[in-house]
């Protein structure tokens, strides 16, 4: 665990936004979604900041439809669809606060 926290430190010191960033390989499709859903847990729990740019980035594209391969098979889904089978992620991401 402490090589994955030591990750996680550095992808939110030296990566702006990096839980934006993660979010693309939420898509199914990727065969990396359980990778980005760790990862973006991880990050989201150890940095308020992101959590809180991930919970605006699912606010303004969580519903977009985007279709994906998974085989031969087109399929359609959206982040917020996906998320469903991870309420882990959102938990920690609502409970982010913007700090004044």
Known sequence: MK?????VRISI???VNIAEKVAVFLNPGSKSQNE???CVKRICKNDNYNAIIFDRFMKTYGNVSFTYIMGKEKN??????ELIQFP?????V?????IT
């Open 88 to 92: 882990e992620v959102m938990e920690i």
């Open 94 to 98: 609502s409970k982010a606060k913007i």
């Open 76 to 81: 359609s889904t959206t982040l917020n669809r």
């Open 36 to 38: 980005a859903v760790f």
């Open 13 to 15: 010191d030296e990566t």
């Open 3 to 7: 090589k994955y926290d030591e990750g």
